[in-house]
């Protein structure tokens, strides 16, 4: 009799534990933009298949969750402006009427960056035509979507490590003032949109002088420059906490907008950090080990560094205008792929099903 007793107990207990997940499991999930809807704008970085909304699932996934967008490749010189005096702006205006239809805000990204540069670019070989590229680009692409984009990453990755200025085909052609003239010629040719100097990195002392040091420059000469975009590649373990904040408040010091734009904690092995795209490693297993799955012990470590992450920019709302994620689930992440070709990443917040990870759930919790 008691032995009956306790399986009845156990089974309705196993019922209505399987009822509880089932009704977890239908509630819609909690919009990212809306949690933070009174902090800042949460964003994220959309492929051309995602533009394309070839995966109306996802479409709506992206719909719900995030209410800024930034393009994670196709407004790249390479894409837009593929031959001389020929651009392609098929994508760029659909994602510009994605976010329209959505109610997204629209980053663009990006007007001069060293990398993705069309062919054409690369072999030029005398100033005056890369000046006149890179005059005639600025106005074309920057003009185009004036009024319509909420700000423009004008320049990305200007400067080396150690806060100098990196040596690209621009400095060498036209001079370390370049990255002044490009907000001259973006300022006129939108004034209506916000204009963002974006890095990676340059949350770490020495690149943050460098950045100071351009900012100040371009302040100097009468020029408009509205906020300054720390990337946020950072890895799990690892996230510079202290030298994350210290740069937020020495940016808005400078009465520049803080965004935080290309946000993922890598939790894969790999000995420098950044993001410098020329930089690879070559395969190797031990590289990639958890093509079979993650242990939950790093998806709660990952979810701690995110916690904290966004306890800190919670903190300084006030300086802190977006939060964007590079990619909307892991398995779209660039990570999957760099510095080592055919890895499985797991840097986002929410993983290859669109499934919530301990990380959503520990952003999340700060609001409750
Ligand atoms: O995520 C982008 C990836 O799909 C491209 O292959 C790569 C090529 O340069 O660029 C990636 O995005 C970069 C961004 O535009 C600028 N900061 C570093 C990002 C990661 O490399």
Redesign the pocket.
């Known amino acids: 009799m008691r032995n009956l007793f306790y399986v009845l107990l156990a089974s309705f207990f196993f019922l209505s534990c399987s009822a509880q997940s089932k009704n977890k499991g239908s509630q819609p999930l909690a919009g990212l933009k809306d949690v933070f809807s009174n902090d800042f704008l949460i964003g994220t ?1 959309l ?1 051309a298949e995602q533009i394309r909304q070839t995966n109306p699932k996802e479409s709506e996934f992206i719909r719900n969750q995030f209410n800024a967008l930034t393009a ?2 196709i407004m ?1 010189s390479e894409i837009i402006h593929p031959e001389w005096g020929r651009y392609d702006f098929s994508l760029a205006d659909q994602i510009l009427e994605l976010s329209k239809k959505d109610n997204q805000k629209l980053i663009g ?2 007007l001069i ?1 060293h ?2 540069l069309p062919a054409y670019v690369r072999q030029l070989k005398n100033a005056d035509s890369v000046k006149m590229f890179f005059e005639e680009h600025i106005h074309t692409v920057a003009s185009r979507y004036d009024g319509k984009v909420l700000g423009w990453d004008v320049v ?2 200007a400067l080396n490590e150690d806060g100098t200025m990196r040596k690209t085909i621009f400095l060498d052609k036209l001079g370390p003032d370049y990255v002044t003239e490009a907000f001259r010629l973006a300022q006129k040719a939108t004034p209506n949109a916000e204009l963002y100097y ?1 890095d ?1 990195n340059n949350e770490q002392p020495k690149k943050r002088a460098g950045c100071i040091e351009i900012i100040k420059k371009i302040q100097a000469a009468g020029v408009r420059i509205d906020g300054v975009g720390i ?1 946020g ?1 950072w890895h799990l373990g690892k996230v510079p906490f202290k030298d994350i904040e210290e740069s937020i408040e020495a940016y808005a010091a400078l009465g520049l907008k803080v965004m935080i734009t ?1 946000l993922d904690i890598e939790v894969l092995p790999r000995n420098f950090s950044g ?1 410098d ?1 020329n930089q690879r490693v070559a395969s190797n297993p031990s590289l990639n080990p958890y093509a079979n799955g993650i242990p939950d012990s790093i998806l709660q470590k990952q979810a701690k560094d995110y916690e904290d992450l966004f306890r800190l920019f919670l903190k300084h709302k006030d300086k802190i205008s977006r939060v964007t994620f ?2 909307v689930h892991d398995g779209q992440s ?1 990570l999957n ?2 510095p080592v070709r055919g890895r499985t990443n797991y840097p986002l917040v929410f993983d290859r099903n669109l499934q919530p990870k301990p990380s959503y759930d520990a952003i999340i919790k700060l609001k409750k």
Do not use: L, P
């Open positions: 970085a492929s994670e490749n790249k990204h990006t960056w990398s993705q990305n990755e974006n990676y990337q590649h290309e993001a795209v590079w990619g660039w792929g760099w």
